[in-house]
T-cell receptor, first 113, second 114 residues
C-alpha cells in the first residue's frame, strides 16, 4: 500500500534555507504535494509537482523530486518566522484512484530569530 | 472566489450520539473528499464524492458515512460516537475528475467526543 514518511522536526534560523524531506512508496504516484498547516487551521496548498518532473520553483519554494529513489524535498529560501508551521507532503497515486491523497506524518518547522 | 467552507467549526458531542458535518466546496468544483486528522494517526482519507457518487473509501468503519448533493455540497455523518472519533475533520475540494491536480482544504471541523 501507499506510505509516506517525513522527519518530525526541523529548526532553522531566520534568513537561512529550510529543506524538508519526504519519501514515498507508491511507484504509481502521479502528483506530489506540499501543504502547510498553521495552529488551529486547515491545510494550505503550497505547491505540487507532476511525477515526470524533477524540479519546480515557485518564488521562495523549490521542489525536488527523485523518482528513482521516491524522494521529495521542499526547500524554502530565506525562511521567515511566518513560515513556522507543520508541513505535509502528500501523494496521489493511481492505486487509490480519484482524488485520494496519502499524507506523510508532517514536519514541524520552527524558525528561530 | 470563496474557499471551502466547513460548518460548524467546533462541536462537542457525547459518546453514543451521532453528528453531521457539512462542507461547501469552491464554486464549480465537483469533487469533495473528507479526511480525519488526529495526533496519533495523522491525516487519514475517509471518502470521496464526485457527482453525488462515492468514488473512493478509506478504511473506516460503517459508522462513518457521507453524501453529496446536486450542488456539490457534501455532508459526513458519524453515528454512535466513540471517544476515539475526536479529531479535526477536513474537507477538500477539487475541480474535476481525474485530470485535476489541486485539492483545496477547508478550515476543518474540530469534533470533541466526551
Amino acid at each position: 500500500g501507499e506510505d509516506v514518511e517525513q522527519s518530525l522536526f526541523l529548526s532553522v534560523r531566520e534568513g537561512d534555507s529550510s529543506v524538508i524531506n519526504c519519501t514515498y512508496t507508491d511507484s504509481s504516484s502521479t502528483y506530489l504535494y506540499w501543504y502547510k498547516q498553521e495552529p488551529g487551521a486547515g491545510l494550505q496548498l503550497l505547491t505540487y509537482i507532476f511525477s515526470n518532473m524533477d524540479m519546480k520553483q515557485d518564488q521562495r519554494l523549490t521542489v525536488l523530486l527523485n523518482k528513482k529513489d521516491k524522494h521529495l524535498s521542499l526547500r524554502i529560501a530565506d525562511t521567515q518566522t511566518g513560515d513556522s508551521a507543520i508541513y505535509f507532503c502528500a501523494e496521489r497515486g493511481l492505486t487509490g484512484g480519484g482524488n485520494k491523497l496519502t499524507f506523510g506524518t508532517g514536519t514541524q518547522l520552527k524558525v528561530e530569530l | 472566489k470563496a474557499g471551502v467552507t466547513q460548518t460548524p467549526r467546533y462541536l462537542i458531542k457525547t459518546r453514543g450520539q451521532q453528528v453531521t458535518l457539512s462542507c461547501s466546496p469552491i464554486s464549480g468544483h465537483r469533487s469533495v473528499s473528507w479526511y480525519q486528522q488526529t495526533p496519533g494517526q495523522g491525516l487519514q482519507f475517509l471518502f470521496e464524492y464526485f457527482s453525488e457518487t462515492q468514488r473512493n473509501k478509506g478504511n473506516f468503519p460503517g459508522r462513518f458515512s457521507g453524501r453529496q448533493f446536486s450542488n456539490s455540497r457534501s455532508e459526513m455523518n458519524v453515528s454512535t460516537l466513540e471517544l476515539g472519533d475526536s479529531a479535526l475533520y477536513l474537507c477538500a475540494s477539487s475541480p474535476r475528475d481525474r485530470e485535476n491536480t489541486e485539492a483545496f482544504f477547508g478550515q476543518g471541523t474540530r469534533l470533541t467526543v466526551v
